[in-house]
Nanobody, 123 residues
Framework: QVQLVESGGGSVQAGGSLRLSCTLS????????MGWFRQAPGKEREGVAA?????GTTYAHFALGRFTISNAAYSLVLQMNSVVPEDTAIYYC???????????????????WGQGTQVTVSS
């Protein structure tokens, strides 16, 4: 069974940095397309960044130049720099086992989800 566990969330001041990690239990990331998503109170879940098996990446417009997605064999990372209060949300990692990996930012295209980690940015 695929299990994803996020860590690294917390509180940070605007302009600061935070590093989120996602551990995939029992499987290598080489088998999956992976992504980071977030959901703020009262808003829909939205894609932040996605990565394919070869390290190719896609970013949401708000993440470009500030966030970096990367993966190792068993860990997915989201490095968040220059955060702003609008980045406050629960952050989720997600995985999809598929032959093709379009690096989608659409939540409905992912099969497995972690429980989320809270990120709070104060001004």
């Amino acid at each position: 069974q695929v299990q994803l566990v996020e860590s690294g969330g917390g509180s940070v001041q605007a302009g600061g940095s935070l590093r989120l990690s996602c551990t995939l239990s029992g499987y290598s990331y080489r088998r999956f397309c992976m992504g980071w998503f977030r959901q703020a109170p009262g808003k829909e879940r939205e894609g932040v960044a996605a990565i394919d098996r070869d390290g190719g990446t896609t970013y949401a417009h708000f993440a470009l130049g500030r966030f970096t997605i990367s993966n190792a064999a068993y860990s997915l990372v989201l490095q968040m720099n220059s955060v702003v209060p609008e980045d406050t949300a629960i952050y989720y990692c997600a995985a999809k086992s598929t032959v093709a990996c379009p690096r989608s930012l659409l939540p409905e295209q992912y099969d497995y989800w972690g429980q989320g980690t809270q990120v709070t940015v104060s001004s």
